[in-house]
């Protein structure tokens, strides 16, 4: 069964739980997001000691159930994919299992029990139930520009951890331990803060050169936050110039599990895997 070709019960669970496009998947996102918040909801009220004291039976109980339900969904997943391993480690397998798995650990390491709060991370799922795949599409496109700059970044946090490095030396010998600035870390601490214009305030300069370094490195700030940003802008602009717009679905290859496929696609835009008949219902997509 693993490996081959989704059809039968099996396809029909797939389209259901990976996709949004038919009344049934939206339906289930919509109850999968529900339960989400409310399991979420349940373990902030758990930690409020009053209202754990009070209510406690029945926090465990709604617990379980919510528990047991998210690992029946989690094994629907990996019985209905063609390879329950790709899934298992992608993002949203890690995180689906992230979400039962701290309740079962908890019987032995009790501690552990506030993890479950990680269910929230699949309410990003919300962007396919209510069809906001335009967002998703952007998201993507703001990872690659990512990727694609990565370089440029990382030379300009070089030269940014350059310029923290030299002053931070610069106050340490200028203002010294007697006005707090007590080593060179110390001082690099203080002029990340400063030129990130964050300020705590727990170490400030109190001499008159030291104040007018500090102005500087400050003016210096605005000027270099700005600089990741039209890097990453940059690249953004220069994908959409070349890039082709198409109706984003959240119609997902079977093969590689890539979200996203068009409408009108045969075969995957990731892997080239060959694509079933895309399956929709008119009332979703008013949705």
Same mark, same amino acid.
């Given at each position: ?36 918040? &409310? ?11 009053? @209202? ?5 039976? %029945? *926090? ?11 690992? @029946? ?27 039962? @798995? ?6 032995? *390491? ?5 993890? &479950? $709060?990680? #269910?929230?991370?699949?309410?990003? #799922? ?9 967002y ?7 990872? /690659? ?5 990565? +370089? ?7 030269a940014?951890?350059? @310029?923290v =490095? ?23 601490? %203080? ?10 305030? $727990? !170490? ?6 030291? +104040? !007018? ?8 700030? %605005? ?15 220069? /994908?959409?110039?070349? #890039?082709? /717009?198409?109706?984003?679905?959240? #119609?997902?290859? /079977? ?19 060959? =694509? ?12």
């Amino acid at each position: 069964m693993l490996g081959k070709p989704l059809d039968g019960w099996r396809l029909k669970v797939y389209t259901v739980i990976f996709e949004a496009d038919t009344v049934a998947g939206r339906r289930f996102d919509v109850m999968l997001i529900l339960a989400i918040l &409310i399991s979420v909801g349940v373990v902030m009220a758990d930690s409020v000691q009053s @209202l754990s004291g009070r209510y406690d039976p %029945w *926090f465990n109980g709604l617990e379980w159930v919510f528990t047991v339900f998210f690992t @029946l969904e989690y094994i629907a997943r990996l019985v209905c994919v063609r390879r329950p391993l790709l899934y298992a480690t992608s993002f949203f397998g890690v995180i689906d299992l992230l979400a039962v @798995l701290p309740t079962y650990l908890a019987l032995f *390491f009790p501690e552990l029990y506030a993890l &479950i $709060d990680v #269910r929230v991370l699949r309410l990003l #799922r919300v962007f396919r139930v209510f069809k906001l795949a335009a967002y998703v599409d952007e998201y993507q496109a703001l990872a /690659q520009a990512f990727v694609a700059s990565r +370089r440029k970044i990382l030379v300009f946090l070089s030269a940014v951890l350059m @310029l923290v =490095l030299i002053f931070g030396t610069v106050m340490y010998v200028v203002e010294g331990p007697g006005n707090g600035f007590t080593s060179i870390p110390t001082s690099v601490y %203080w002029a990340i803060s400063t030129l990130t214009t964050v300020g705590f305030g $727990d !170490l400030v300069p109190k001499t008159d050169f030291g +104040r !007018l370094i500090a102005s500087f490195m400050m003016l210096m700030g %605005w000027g270099t936050l700005a600089v990741p940003t039209g890097i990453v802008t940059a690249e953004m602009a220069a /994908q959409r110039m070349g #890039r082709r /717009q198409a109706l984003p679905t959240t #119609r997902t290859c /079977q093969e590689c599990l890539t979200e996203g496929q068009t409408e009108s696609a045969k075969f995957c835009f990731n892997c080239g895997a060959e =694509l079933p008949v895309y399956q929709h219902d008119e009332e979703a997509a008013k949705g």
